[in-house]
């Protein structure tokens, strides 16, 4: 096992439009020790495609879960299975470079004072921690459409519902790129693509797993922070992110998920120092934009050729 290794971790459902050429990249990308891959009961093609990888390359294995349990606990289960170092949540839908994880874990090095090139020894991080000369790092990337559009989930700020009631521009998350900074601190990065070391994200429990499909990256990114760690994004590192792909079969639950996921984020970091009458128009605001959302998004889906 490669001492500075990375375990990529991929979960997959009715992903195969881009599941093949994610695992293309991701076996001959830098740096990768392991592939996991969590099938979360596809109905596609995505498990063939994961069976001839996996024959072809013994870094990669994978789990088929008989039914969806969800991202968090997909991640979590990946996780739990692989060994390396540092631990990369690679969506089925975004496209790595040969260089893409290999350069963020260097920006991760340069964080915590080691060096790009890693630690000598496991006594060198210690020494560091001992120190006081940094801390942890989840890093995402700069992601970008098929077409070059930047995703503005790539860096968000954490959502304050309660501020959103009184300023309605508050509900933009997204941080703006700061090009002039190529490791740019944000609240929280994407999910889609997110390193960080394995120490780290079992210090903090991994993914919640009261998640079922998003908010859940906004949450681990909090708790990381909640326990020192920095949150950047590497944005010198370009990363296409097609985005969607495995929630075109079924968009109002993703919607009703991604809703649920928002609420839950709130009732466990926010609300306790809002009044009821705050608690409750913040529930009402979530889920009275629910049905719009999700007839956006079926709309959308049925206007894909």
């Known amino acids: 096992m490669n001492g500075d290794g990375i375990a990529a971790i991929v979960v997959?459902?009715?992903?195969?439009?881009?599941?093949?050429?994610?695992?293309?990249?991701?076996?001959?990308?830098?740096?990768?020790?392991?592939?996991?891959v969590v099938d979360n009961a596809s109905r596609d093609g995505s498990l063939d495609i994961v069976q001839r990888h996996a024959l072809a390359d013994p870094r990669l294995r994978f789990i088929a879960n008989p039914d969806n349990p969800g991202f968090a606990v997909a991640c979590n289960q990946g996780a739990a299975d692989s060994r390396a170092p540092w631990l990369a949540f690679?969506?089925?839908?975004?496209?790595?470079?040969?260089?893409?994880?290999?350069?963020m874990r260097a920006h991760a090095h340069r964080a915590v004072g080691v060096g790009e090139d890693g630690p000598r020894d496991l006594s060198e991080y210690v020494d560091v921690a001992l120190r006081g000369q940094g801390g942890d790092v989840v890093l995402g990337a700069d992601l970008v459409d098929d077409a070059g559009m930047r995703d503005a989930a790539a860096r968000r700020r954490d959502p304050d519902f309660a501020a959103m009631l009184r300023d309605p521009g508050r509900r933009q998350l997204g941080i703006a790129m700061d090009p002039s900074q190529p490791l740019q601190a944000v609240d929280a990065v994407s999910g889609a693509l997110m390193l960080m070391p394995r120490g780290l994200f079992e210090c903090i429990g991994g993914f919640d797993e009261g998640y079922r499909l998003h908010a859940e990256d906004l949450d681990l990114c909090r708790r990381a922070r909640a326990e020192g760690a920095t949150v950047a994004c590497a944005n010198d590192v370009r990363v296409v992110h097609v985005r969607g792909v495995s929630s075109r079969s079924r968009p109002v639950f993703v919607e009703w998920h991604k809703h649920r996921g928002f609420w839950r984020y709130y009732r466990k970091f926010d609300a306790a120092r809002d009044g009821g009458l705050v608690?409750?128009?913040?529930?009402a605001m979530i889920w009275a934009r629910f049905p719009l959302a999700a007839l956006r998004a079926a709309l959308r889906t049925r206007a894909r050729p």
């Open 90 to 103: 690679v969506n089925p839908d975004c496209l790595v470079e040969a260089d893409s994880l290999a350069r």
């Open 279 to 283: 608690r409750a128009t913040v529930f």
């Open 12 to 36: 997959s459902y009715d992903s195969e439009e881009t599941l093949d050429d994610c695992l293309v990249r991701l076996r001959a990308a830098a740096g990768v020790a392991e592939i996991r």
